[in-house]
């Protein structure tokens, strides 16, 4: 018997990415982003019991209010991310 499924995985990497003007609700937020990855899972009962792998990785901004998002890719992830890190060092000096 084998059962196969897929899992959506969401880690928060950052609470306010950056402050924009929402284009869905039009208020002025701090995104939050957000990596999803998707896992394909397959169970074979008597056999072999579990094969897991990752299937696909996105980003993506959330707005907080509407909750409406916008995906993005991974060099901008890094890039907001440093941003946000020297943004942060500024701030403790
Ligand atoms: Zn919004």
Known sequence: MIIWFTRHYERI????????????CHNNVNYKFIRQRTWYFILVFFIIPIFVFPISTKYR???PI?????????????????????IEKILKN
């Open 13 to 24: 990497l950052s609470e306010d990415v950056s402050h924009r003007n929402c284009t869905h």
């Open 66 to 86: 509407c909750h409406a998002y916008y995906e993005v890719g991974k060099s901008d992830v890094r890039q907001w991310l440093k941003e946000q890190k020297e």
């Open 61 to 63: 901004i959330d707005c």
